[in-house]
């Protein structure tokens, strides 16, 4: 059973920083590629982020290009989302995402994932 939980999350004003980390189990992040994915209320489910099989960074969404960064400590079964230079419209739900079908990239649709993480809420304000 593959299970993934986000922690890190909170409140944090304009222009701070935050790490989001996921930690995984019941595989290892060698063979399959995460990604981060996040909702704000009243909108689908955007990716931000993944990171493949090898450890390569892909799919970083033009809205948080340059702010944020997606990483990995293999031997802590943990994903981390670096996030800076935070706005008010990052704010929402951030889930971490996989499904044994991806390895060497990551689909954008949420729908092609079927493990989920719990959420880790996100707010971006002053």
Same mark, same amino acid.
């Given at each position: ?5 986000? &922690?890190? /999350?909170?409140?944090?004003?304009? $222009?701070? *920083? ?5 930690? %995984? +189990? ?26 493949? &099989?090898? /450890?390569?960074?892909?799919?970083? $969404?033009? *809205? ?5 960064? %997606? +990483? ?55």
């Amino acid at each position: 059973q593959f299970k993934l939980v986000e &922690s890190g /999350g909170g409140l944090v004003q304009p $222009g701070g *920083s935050l790490r989001l980390s996921c930690v %995984i +189990s019941g595989f290892r992040l060698d063979e399959y590629a995460v990604a981060w994915f996040r909702q704000a209320p009243g909108k689908e489910r955007e990716e931000v982020a993944c990171i493949n &099989s090898a /450890g390569l960074s892909l799919n970083e $969404g033009d *809205s948080v290009k340059g702010r944020f960064a %997606i +990483s990995r400590d293999v031997a802590s079964h943990t994903v981390y989302l670096q996030m800076n230079s935070l706005k008010p419209e990052d704010t929402g739900v951030y889930y971490c995402a996989e499904d044994e079908f991806w390895t060497s990239w990551c689909p954008a649709k949420s729908s092609d994932f079927a493990s989920w993480g719990q959420g880790t809420q996100v707010t971006v304000s002053s």
